[in-house]
């Protein structure tokens, strides 16, 4: 039984659906990890990071009480205000 999830050099070997679920739960932990670390008064840093965990712009701008074409504006590495709030 070990053979069947195990080859000669003791790598797992996963399904295509065993990986796809790997996959799941680590972006949900990433996203999990990503609101935690969000920080007050740090917009640009805190909509990075949310980006970079996949979060939607719409998504983040909900979190950070941002309106979307802020968050677009901070993406796109233009200059924001200190914090423009929906």
């Given at each position: 039984?070990?053979?069947?999830?195990?080859?000669?050099?003791?790598?797992?070997?996963?399904?295509?659906?065993?990986?796809?679920?790997?996959?799941?739960?680590?972006?949900?932990?990433?996203?999990?990890?990503?609101?935690?670390?969000?920080?007050?008064?740090?917009?640009?840093?805190?909509?990075?990071?949310?980006?970079?965990?996949?979060?939607?712009?719409?998504?983040?701008?909900?979190i950070?009480?941002?309106?979307?074409?802020?968050?677009?504006?901070?993406?796109?590495?233009?200059?924001?205000?200190?914090?423009?709030?929906?």
């Amino acid at each position: 039984m070990a053979e069947d999830t195990q080859n000669a050099h003791n790598h797992v070997i996963f399904t295509e659906s065993q990986f796809g679920e790997v996959q799941k739960f680590l972006q949900n932990y990433l996203k999990i990890m990503a609101l935690g670390s969000i920080r007050e008064n740090e917009t640009e840093r805190n909509v990075r990071l949310l980006n970079s965990a996949n979060y939607s712009q719409e998504e983040i701008a909900t979190i950070l009480h941002l309106s979307q074409p802020t968050v677009s504006r901070v993406l796109a590495g233009k200059a924001t205000k200190k914090k423009e709030e929906k």
